[in-house]
């Protein structure tokens, strides 16, 4: 995720793992599609954020969550709404999300060795 991110290891100190589809689903729920409970772990729900900026979020909507997203320092962060699926989080967006990371990840580890 370091390398996807392109964090080194002392910016990752300020770092923790968020959930952009929350664990539990908030009450008013618009912007969440989940048939999958699978979905919430996989790397593509997974994210590094500002711990400062992940205590506020909680179970907040995708699009709170958004305005969040958008304050950090890691450009991929502000730009997650481009896996939305009809303006909300879904399975769908998390397997895109995950291809894509997989995909970096593969091609950052093919150039090592060239």
Request: aromatic fraction near 8%; glycine fraction near 2%.
């Amino acid at each position: 995720m370091l390398i996807y991110l392109n964090l080194d290891k002392e910016q990752e100190k300020n770092f923790t793992i968020e959930h952009i589809m929350p664990q539990t689903l908030p009450a008013d729920n618009k912007t969440y599609i989940n048939k999958n409970k699978k979905c919430i772990n996989k790397i593509g729900n997974l994210t590094l954020l500002e711990e400062k900026i992940n205590t506020k979020l909680g179970n907040k909507n995708f699009n709170e969550k958004m305005k969040e997203y958008k304050k950090s320092v890691i450009i991929k962060n502000r730009k997650l709404n481009k896996f939305l699926v009809k303006n909300s989080w879904t399975d769908e967006s998390i397997k895109k999300r995950e291809e894509e990371i997989i995909n970096y990840i593969w091609n950052f580890l093919l150039n090592l060795s060239k």
